[in-house]
Structure formats: C-alpha cells, structure tokens
Nanobody, 122 residues
Framework: QVQLVESGGGLVQAGGSLRLSCAAS????????MGWYRQGPGTQRELVAR???????NYADSVKGRFTISRDYAKNTVYLQMNSLKPEDTAVYYC????????????????WGQGTQVTVSS
C-alpha cells in the first residue's frame, strides 16, 4: 500500500502565494518521479510540474516563472511553491508519484493523492 497525502491548498487573492506539499508513504522501494497535476472546472487534468529522481524538472508553460517544484528525497515529499497566482490557476491540484513498491521492485506504478482545492479570487 502506498499513500500520497497532500496539504496546503486554500483560498487566496490574485497575486498571492500558496505552497502545496505531498508526502508519499507506505511500501515504497524507490520513487522515479513526483509531480503535480491540476483539473479546473470543465477541463481535463493537466501536468503542472514534475521532478524526476535525477532532478530533471519540467513545467507547464502557463506556470513557468511563477511556480517552483522541489523535492525532499529523504522524506519522499514534493512541494509546489505557487507565486503570483491568477484566477485561472483555480483548480483541484493532485499529487502524482511514479514509483516502485517493495512488492514489485522491478515494476513501475503511478499513484495519485486525493487532491487539494486551490481557489484564486480576482
């Protein structure tokens, strides 16, 4: 069993900041990558930012220069610092991890958090 627990969402005014956290726990052998996705009203889930075990990072064009993803490898935790928030950033943000479990150390599975709501008011 693997769990991803997110925190840090909320309501903020445009121009404000929020920091999301996601901690992975359970029967984890290794984590290949962790990232954040979001799904706004009436939209498909989209990648926001992703960081690999080697430190490679990619961002959605819409958040470049405003959001920063980071990872604490010892704590199996990923963070998303969101600055200069805009109303169009309003969405449910989901943590995602691509990892290997102790039961299947040669496999590769993806897990999702429960989602955290981010609302940016204008």
């Amino acid at each position: 069993q693997v769990q991803l627990v997110e925190s840090g969402g909320g309501l903020v005014q445009a121009g404000g900041s929020l920091r999301l956290s996601c901690a992975a726990s359970g029967s984890i052998f290794s984590i290949n990558a962790m990232g954040w996705y979001r799904q706004g009203p009436g939209t498909q889930r989209e990648l926001v930012a992703r960081i690999t075990s080697g430190g490679s990072i990619n961002y959605a064009d819409s958040v470049k220069g405003r959001f920063t993803i980071s990872r604490d490898y010892a704590k199996n935790t990923v963070y998303l610092q969101m600055n200069s928030l805009k109303p169009e950033d309003t969405a449910v943000y989901y943590c995602n991890a691509a990892l290997r479990t102790t039961a299947q150390p040669m496999g590769n599975s993806r897990y999702w958090g429960q989602g955290t709501q981010v609302t940016v008011s204008s």
